[in-house]
């Protein structure tokens, strides 16, 4: 599924984003999801947030601390979404979820989403990389965004502009890596991330949050490395996976850190870590993406 492109926004970009995390109860263990988006692709960080609410909903104690999952096609923008969580596991101190969504008769995602209870245990992390206070970084959209919009309709970039940046505020910690910089460097990428207002205190929604934002450009690591971050690429994400190291909290600036360590016949994985402000890793993140060149305007879309 494609990532989540557009310029900073205000309210209504929370409200939207509450809104559509705010599943139906349809049946037992089943709920209903309204994506709400205009066009494209749908954003998979979207059903990635939809899937830990509707799994989150039917855990009786716990946080969450990891999920796996396998975006299976690309989904529609407003149509909306059926899940069904099967309790695989109902432990004393572990419960797992398996979340399959729906759409339009056609299954396009499956997770594992599993819960474990606070204890006390063993502790340790590699410290968090330098990086310059978000408040003195630019707007992520201005570094990447910004560029290519310069070639496109101007329809189609208003559309995008207005898109970027809800409901995360993105900052660029550092100058992405190009393949024709000379360097040699590998595909790395660095953004400070925040929530654009305060989300309510509720650990589910702060879980789902997160994982929205660790869909959020992830692709574009090895997309804009390569050039192929534009409309018509063949770029989208796989698989994703994402333990939760601390319980989620997402009501301050989040430092995003992703490399592609390996790459190879169109698909590249990204190992990625979430920092705080004070340093303390809160979650690390691993997904395989597809990368194809753009077609021409007006070609086939590459199969999926």
């Not at 139906?24 to 089943?30: F, G, K, L, Q, V």
């Not at 393949?179 to 305060?198: C, H, K, Q």
């Not at 692709?219 to 996976?241: C, E, I, K, N, Q």
């Amino acid at each position: 599924m494609t990532e989540a492109q557009g310029e900073p926004g205000g309210g209504p970009g929370i409200r939207e984003f509450l809104r559509q995390v705010t599943l139906e109860p349809a049946d037992y263990d089943r709920f209903r999801g309204q994506p709400g988006q205009e066009e494209g692709r749908l954003f998979g960080g979207l059903v990635l947030a939809q899937a830990i609410v509707a799994a989150g909903r039917t855990a009786s104690f716990g946080a969450i601390h990891s999920l796996h999952a396998y975006f299976l096609r690309a989904g529609k923008p407003q149509d909306p979404i059926d899940y069904t969580v099967e309790r695989i596991r109902e432990g004393r101190n572990f419960l797992t979820r398996r979340v399959t969504a729906v759409q339009a008769g056609h299954t396009i995602f499956e997770a594992s989403v599993s819960f474990a209870a606070p204890e006390e245990g063993i502790s340790h992390q590699a410290p968090m990389p330098p990086a310059p206070d978000p408040e003195s970084c630019p707007p992520w959209w201005t570094t990447i965004a910004l560029p290519r919009m310069a070639n496109l309709p101007p329809e189609m970039a208003e559309r995008m502009r207005s898109r970027l940046g809800r409901p995360i505020d993105l900052r660029s910690a550092a100058e992405p890596t190009r393949a024709d910089d000379g360097t040699g460097r590998l595909p790395a990428r660095a953004v400070w991330g925040r929530m654009v207002e305060p989300l309510p205190e509720d650990p589910v929604l702060h879980a789902a949050a997160l994982a929205y934002f660790s869909d959020s450009g992830l692709v574009a690591t090895v997309a804009h490395h390569y050039g192929l971050w534009a409309p018509g690429g063949g770029s989208a994400s796989l698989d994703h996976a994402m333990w939760f190291h601390r319980p989620p909290r997402f009501d301050d600036w989040v430092l995003y850190v992703s490399e592609s360590p390996a790459a190879h016949a169109a698909r590249a994985i990204m190992l990625a870590g979430m920092y705080d402000r004070s340093g303390t890793r809160i979650a690390t993140v691993a997904q395989e993406g597809l990368f194809r060149a753009p077609q021409p305007r007006g070609g086939a879309a590459p199969e999926g």
